[in-house]
């Protein structure tokens, strides 16, 4: 399998990134770790007149903390993630699910950014993105603009970015005192893409769960936030309480039947991931769901 | 390749390497790579071939290659990228010193590979692990698949288990001597099918039907045409009109000829249309989607059993009315199955079906066809049998035999899917028209729609037993879908009502099967050959029956199981040429019924959503297909001492030349490495109908033990004569009383007196022995999720004497691991109008390293009197009961029988889900 004939360039700053994409029109793109833009291109799904390497930019790179922020350089690698004691410290949601993100190989090329903008609706790190309140830091024509995550997956591979804008960088507000994550993901088989999978964030207190995020992912076109059921459990927890949370999940999610699950086994799955949140935030043993 | 002169390695690289300098394995090479090029291809066009190809998306890792120290996918990376980078491949590896670096020793220490195609990018894997990422292989290897280990040997490597025996004259034959090529394989030097350059060399792409049913009206050529160095486009209209079969068999009768190399009616949704050939593939691959192709839609069908009804759309409308779209059907009946019911006390009857799958060897199909300076054409081929495609493409071009050369290089595993002549025939057709050499590399997306499948397959099962357990009746209806072509229709369909209801005794069998043409892939030969389908179904009905019946299953079938003077039968009336030469099923049995009992392996998940089972099955195959097969040997004494051995079978990963050398070694009481092989060469090798249908060890080998025991009575007849003493062979001399004389001495002085020290003999199957496999599983599956887990595996095999048991063990855990697949990850999934939707390996899903359980594997205490010094055939039928004692595991742990494949977590889940 041959990639249709393109051109390559490798940007040295940011600036001339976007001139690039500018002046290339709808035929340039930019190449990141190209870990999923390669086998597209590979099977001819797509071509390109010209790819704008933006991976040598060195202000893209990097983790740091700043404040109660967590910047992220938008080229930093899922390899780099995974072994970063800022991340493990400060977004241990992250660490937990860069784990999951494909298999060594593909997590020494892969990036953050290129992920993100990738917007594939079985990826961890959108809905990631979502549970922990991100915001996207982009650049274009027209100077910088911030986009909070809610507001940047639009659906299947669909971002706020434009054409001829550049996702730079990712601002995380660090773990907070007293909160916890969760991360799971349910695949026919290991390393595949998730059937089911949630990300979550929250802050246990006694029985009940404050400032909870839900996002599942796999489920629907994109990376689906459960405020319905997060709300349910800020309540005092029982049984009744997590059975009316689990409810709620068909209001909020929108699963798709495909040739990997039916759409009542995936809310089906969708409600015992909740199950088995609630029992991890809480410190619960984890109760027959 | 015809590289420039500043394509060359230049000497030491510089610490600043300029924008188009990329060092390679330590050397600087300046080149532009092509627009588009990944590094993959840059690479290999340097020469650096020890970089394969298995998907090109990055899922199977055989591309892995280090870049600036960090194991990469070369098929994800532009070549642009690695510029002033650090490249190092496989090649690059061991130290200049000429040793190996401790990976490559371990790989070799533990034979980790069988056909070796993915070993190079999994050391480049494993030799970049840290220490931390070893304690979780399955997480660390995740990124690379093998389809032929089972990954257990693999395991054994990165735990520095070195398993391989000494290499002592006379003791070859049951020892773990190593692959002959086991060096070549672990520095990259050993070669497959791609892996040469040649001067002027065209690339072929084929257009493939994206409709299921069509009549092609007009193919339109000119926007094709006219991109930048396409040479020349084929159709239809461009090949010879003749019928064959892309199967390959020794007797072609038993194929339906139903197949041109293109036609003008497309049957199945990936058949080729057109081919293109181009000065670059890329070239090729632009020109095929510039075709117009002016399609007449036909109405298609896929379901076997509506293309049985009146009316259905016929796929092959020149065939007589009254047949329809049945290719074949077979019916027989022993006593009477009316009778047998009648008498029973508890009778179990249900439908089961197994799935269509792909062989998913690492090495795609591909060939390289060109015309020699000696007037002849040679093709390079990835075949099982070169020597049957020799006589197709004959048959095809109109060729005399003396003009056509067929051969393999190393090829990368074939599983049965190389029993099938599909990329020959471009080649040499282009070979022919453009006088230039032409080569052909299948896509992993053209395996899947392209290439063959396993036959799918419907069982009815219907079984009657009294209340003891004795089986009172057997009877099978089995509807196969052969899809568009015939091809292994009738052969896999006679299997199917063979080995598996051959196993139990019973008075009265009936068999009724249809081999029915439809609108899909076609089938093929695939490990297994149709009795992996039956013995799904019998298996798991021999489970239901003995639960009705309130009998424990190694008691059930212990009761009714093949013994030894057994009349050999299934439903036919006629005598068989089948014999017991060994038997060991009673151990096997007795193997997996203890070791289960034991315990060991993983224990239950905790929780109460998991439910826990245990699960049994057995199969027994005959060795070799009741087909004519034959195969030759020669040997030669050389004239420095050493033999040289000569065997026309293909050698896949299946490890046949190392066997066939220790065969040949243990008769000549030398060492296995004083023995040079060569094999699979229709010009250097005697005729050999092909290594498939578990022929390699009981054909082909008893060729080579034939050969070898002459060619020990020439050496020793002419030392006696010449000596006057009694002789015997010892290594690389002949001992004549208290003299010995060298080999090369003996030689030199046979060939003056006119003494040939050659040999040739030729071996045809029959009587044919049995083989027995017994497989035991432990699972637990998760009544929420569906998940399974697969917690302990154990498998008894009777193959008769192992020629060599870590290659044994080796085949058997290949074979389990294909056979877990099919039970549990592999799924082809089609939509509506025959479309395969997920051609890719990242969602077919072959078991990786984290989806493979080890295996206790026993072998049974045998000794074959019909095989080869004692061996029986080795690495087909261990997948046979795999699936079923997975499913039987699967209905202990829940009560629920799930009688269709693969067992997917969505059909677990539909059945016991309590909300579902």
Redesign the interface.
């Known amino acids: 399998m041959k990639a249709a004939a393109f051109n390559y360039a490798r940007a040295a700053s940011v600036d001339e990134a976007v001139q690039m994409l500018v002046r290339g029109g709808g035929g340039a793109k930019l190449l990141a770790g190209g870990q999923s833009l390669l086998p597209a291109l590979n099977l001819r799904l797509m071509s390109l007149d010209l790819l704008v390497d933006i991976t040598g930019i060195a202000a893209l790179r990097g983790i740091r903390v700043e404040g109660g922020t967590l910047k992220i350089g938008a080229m930093t690698r899922h390899a780099d993630l995974l072994t970063s004691p800022e991340i493990a410290a400060h977004a241990p949601l992250l660490a937990k699910a860069i784990a999951h993100v494909a298999h060594p190989a593909i997590r020494n090329r892969g990036t953050i950014g290129g992920n993100l903008a990738h917007a594939d609706p079985a990826s961890e790190l959108p809905a990631c993105m979502l549970a922990l309140g991100a915001t996207l830091v982009i650049q274009g024509p027209s100077g910088q603009r911030r986009v909070q995550a809610a507001d940047f997956f639009l659906g299947l591979y669909q971002t706020a970015l434009a054409p001829d804008e550049i996702l730079i960088a990712i601002e995380l507000p660090a773990l907070a005192s007293g909160e916890r994550a969760f991360f799971h993901e349910y695949a026919r088989r290991m390393g595949d893409y998730a059937i089911v999978g949630l990300a979550a964030q929250g802050k246990p207190a006694g029985d009940r769960i404050d400032a909870l995020r839900l996002v599942y992912f796999g489920v629907g076109e994109r990376a689906g936030s459960c405020p319905a059921a997060a709300r349910i459990l800020q309540q005092r927890h029982s049984p009744a309480i997590l059975a009316e949370a689990q409810a709620a999940l068909a209001a909020d999610l929108q699963p798709q039947n495909d040739h990997q699950a039916s759409a009542a086994m995936r809310l089906h799955l969708a409600r015992t991931l909740l199950a088995r949140c609630v029992n991890e935030l809480l410190g619960r043993a984890e109760a027959s769901a | 390749m015809n590289h420039t002169p500043a394509d060359q390695p230049q000497p030491a690289p510089t610490a600043d390497a300029p924008r188009n300098g990329y060092t390679i394995n330590g050397k600087l090479y300046f080149a532009e790579p ?5 590094l993959r ?1 840059f690479l290999r066009e340097r020469g650096v071939f020890g970089v394969k190809k298995g998907c ?3 899922d199977c ?1 055989a591309c ?1 290659v280090w870049l600036d120290g ?4 070369s ?4 070549a ?2 690695a510029a002033g980078r650090e490249v190092t491949t496989v090649e690059g590896l061991a130290p200049p010193d000429g040793s190996l670096h401790p990976v490559q020793q371990a790989f070799l220490g533990a034979q980790a590979f069988q056909c070796s195609f993915c070993t190079a990018g999994m050391m480049m ?1 494993c030799a970049a692990l840290t220490d931390a ?1 070893k304690e979780d292989m ?3 290897l ?2 690379n698949l093998c389809r032929c280990t089972g990954y257990r040997a693999i395991a054994d490597a990165m735990h520095g288990r070195a398993e391989i025996a000494e290499d002592i004259a006379g003791e070859a034959c049951g020892a773990s001597v190593p692959s002959p090529l086991a060096h070549a394989i672990v520095t990259g030097e050993a070669r497959y099918t791609m892996d040469v350059a040649m001067e002027g060399m065209l690339h072929l792409k084929v257009l493939r039907s994206p409709h299921a049913h069509a009549r092609i009206r007009a193919i339109g050529r000119d926007r094709a045409m006219a991109v930048p160095g396409v040479a020349a486009i084929f159709t239809w209209e461009d090949v010879p009109r003749r019928l064959y079969s892309t199967a390959t068999h020794e007797d072609h009768l038993v194929d339906p000829d139903d197949s041109y190399m293109l036609d003008n009616v497309v049957r199945f949704a990936g058949q080729r249309v057109a081919a293109v050939v181009a000065e ?3 070239a090729a ?2 020109a095929c ?1 510039l075709l117009e192709v002016e399609y007449e839609i036909l109405p298609a069908v896929f379901d076997p059993v509506a293309a049985m009804a009146p009316g259905a759309p016929r796929i092959h409308d020149e065939r007589g009315e009254e047949r329809g779209n049945i290719y074949a059907d077979i019916h027989g009946e022993i006593g009477s199955v009316a009778e047998g019911f009648a008498s029973a006390d508890a009778v179990h009857e249900m439908t089961y079906s197994t799935s269509r799958v792909q062989h998913v060897h690492l090495e795609t199909h591909g060939s390289i066809a060109w015309q020699g300076e000696d007037g002849r054409v040679h093709i390079r081929t990835s075949t099982q049998a070169p020597f049957i495609a020799k006589q197709k493409l004959c048959h095809l071009f109109g060729l005399r035999p003396s003009d056509v050369h067929v051969f393999t290089e190393r090829v990368g595993g074939g599983f049965g899917g190389k029993q099938e002549m599909i990329s020959e025939d471009l080649c040499l057709l282009a070979a022919l028209k453009t006088g230039r050499p032409v080569q052909w590399e299948f ?3 053209e395996q899947f729609i392209g290439a063959t499948t396993r036959h799918q397959m419907t069982t009815r099962v219907k079984l009657g037993a009294r209340r003891d357990g004795t089986l009172t009746a057997i009877e099978l209806h089995v509807v196969s879908n052969t899809g568009a072509y015939g091809g292994h229709a009738s052969e896999t369909l006679g299997a199917s009502l063979g080995g598996p209801m051959t196993a139990y005794r019973c008075p009265n069998k009936k068999a009724a099967g249809y081999a029915v043409y439809t609108n899909m892939v076609p089938g093929g030969g695939f490990r297994g050959y149709g009795s992996s389908q039956t013995a799904f179904a019998i298996e798991c009905a021999i489970d239901e029956l003995a639960r009705l019946l309130g009998i424990d299953p190694f008691a059930m079938r212990r009761k009714n199981m093949i013994l030894p003077g057994d009349w050999i039968e299934s439903a036919w009336n006629d005598p068989s040429d089948v014999d017991f030469g060994s038997y060991g099923l009673d151990q096997c049995l007795d193997f997996v019924e203890g070791a289960l009992a034991k315990g060991g392996g993983l224990p239950k998940p905790e ?3 998991w439910a826990e089972g245990t699960g049994v099955a057995l199969a027994m195959l005959e060795c070799g297909p009741p087909t004519e097969h034959r195969s030759g040997a020669q040997m030669r004494l050389l004239p420095d001492g050493s033999y040289h051995l000569a065997v026309g079978s293909t050698e896949m990963g299946n490890g046949s030349i190392t066997s066939h050398r220790q065969i040949a070694a243990s008769l000549l009481s030398a060492r296995a490495d004083r023995i040079a092989i060569v094999n699979a060469d229709t010009d250097l090798a005697p005729y050999d109908t092909g290594t498939f249908a578990s022929t390699g060890t009981v054909v082909a080998g008893q060729a080579v033990r034939m050969a070898a025991e002459a060619m020990r009575d020439s050496i020793l007849g002419f030392a006696r004569r010449h000596t006057g003493a009694d002789c015997r062979l010892d290594d690389n001399a002949v001992i004549c009383g208290n003299e010995r004389v060298g080999l090369a001495e003996l030689y030199a002085i046979g060939t003056r007196a006119g003494h040939h020290f050659e040999a040739k003999r030729k071996s045809y199957l029959s009587l044919r022995s049995v083989a027995f496999n017994v497989q035991g599983i432990r699972l637990a599956v998760h009544r ?4 399974i887990r697969i917690l302990h595996s154990v498998h008894g095999a009777d193959i008769g004497r192992l020629i060599n048991p870590m290659q044994c063990r080796g085949q058997i855990e290949g074979s389990i691991a294909m056979g877990i697949g099919w039970a549990l ?1 592999e ?1 082809m ?1 089609y939509d509506a109008e025959g479309r395969m ?2 051609p890719a390996l ?2 077919y ?1 072959i ?2 390293y ?2 493979v359980p080890p295996t206790e594997v026993f072998f049974a205490d045998t000794y074959d009197r019909i095989g080869p010094l004692g061996a029986k055939s080795q690495g087909e039928c261990a997948i046979n009961p795999v699936a079923p004692a997975i499913a039987n595991a699967l209905a202990d742990a829940t009560g629920v029988r799930f009688p269709h494949l693969p067992l ?3 059909r677990i ?2 059945k016991l ?1 309590p ?2």
């Open positions: 092509q627009p588009g090029q990944c291809t090109d998306q990055g890792g892995t960090t194991p990469v996918h098929c994800l990376m532009p642009f990228r894997t990422q399955p997480q660390a995740k990124g670059t593939e890329a691959e632009a989607r896509t992993r997306e929780g109460e959503e929420a999720t569906g998940e990850t799924q999934v939707v997920n990242r969602n899903r078991p990786s984290a989806d997917l977590p969505d889940f539909a889900a909300h579902a």
